[in-house]
């Protein structure tokens, strides 16, 4: 993921690049769309000084995740994937980084004074799953 590509879809990066260059940043906020171009551009477009790498706004696949998230423990960042209504904001989740491995897939846990729960048509509640879909 470390390769810079050389064609014309990394044309906006290049400016994303520049602008964190220049403002020092430390903060990649992103949905799938931008983490799926990071997985096929190369992650070396994101400057050394980006640390913390948030995901929301839908379902990514597994194998990015799991690149995303080797990719940012080997630049010594945090990659969390976060589950909330309207894109990233507000943030009812949270996969913590140092749980990834663990739990590849998962939405994480609520976040404090939160509480989510699986529950069937009727509001009756379900047994916990892996690769139970949530519908809202």
């Known amino acids: 993921m470390n390769a810079r590509p050389s064609n014309e879809a990394s044309a906006s990066f290049a400016k994303l690049e520049a602008d964190y260059r220049s403002a020092k940043g430390s903060h990649f906020p992103g949905v799938p769309f931008h983490y799926a171009a990071l997985a096929r551009l190369g992650a070396g477009l994101i400057p050394d000084s980006v640390k913390v ?3 929301a706004g839908g379902a990514l696949d597994p ?3 799991a690149r995303i998230h080797d990719w940012t423990s080997e630049r ?3 990659f969390f994937v976060m589950y909330g209504q309207t ?6 989740t949270t996969l913590q980084h ?6 590849v897939g998962s939405v994480g846990v609520a976040l404090a004074g939160g509480r989510l729960s699986i529950v069937d048509e009727m509001g009756a509640p379900l047994p916990a ?5 949530a519908v809202c």
């Open 87 to 92: 894109e990233a904001s507000p943030r009812m």
């Open 129 to 133: 799953e892996p690769n139970r879909r």
């Open 63 to 65: 194998r990015i995740q």
């Open 76 to 78: 010594d960042g945090r």
């Open 53 to 55: 790498f948030t995901q």
């Open 98 to 103: 140092s749980d990834f491995s663990r739990k």
